[in-house]
């Protein structure tokens, strides 16, 4: 059960730490950039910094992302716990005896 529970764990961070939060923030990122090149047209050389600009400002949050990470790994151990708790974990309220 722990193995299973660990591979459960592995996957939702990996699939929400890595691939959606991810996702979601450089696509905002991309989308608020093309909109800020559509609202200011005249300053953009002959449509190259609108063809471009979207782009490179996506690029340039990829090594931002570990950034996000360690909050995310929190809340997913936090639901983990609550949802699916280790099997030697104390009960919820109780505290453990060293």
Do not use: C, Y
């Not at 961070?13 to 990122?29: G, K, W």
């Not at 093309?34 to 063809?51: E, H, Q, S, Y």
């Not at 983990?80 to 505290?95: N, Q, Y």
């Amino acid at each position: 059960m722990a193995v299973l529970r660990t591979g459960v764990h592995a996957l939702t961070f990996q699939s929400i730490a890595s691939v959606l939060v991810p996702s979601v923030i450089i696509h905002q990122v991309v989308h608020s950039a093309d909109n800020l090149t559509k609202r200011f047209p005249k300053f953009m050389a002959g449509g190259m910094v609108a063809r471009w600009l979207p782009s490179l400002v996506g690029l340039a949050f990829i090594p931002l992302m570990p950034f996000i990470d360690e909050p995310v790994e929190h809340l997913i151990d936090k639901g983990f716990d609550k949802a699916w708790p280790k099997a030697d974990a104390p009960p919820e309220g109780e505290k453990k005896k060293h």
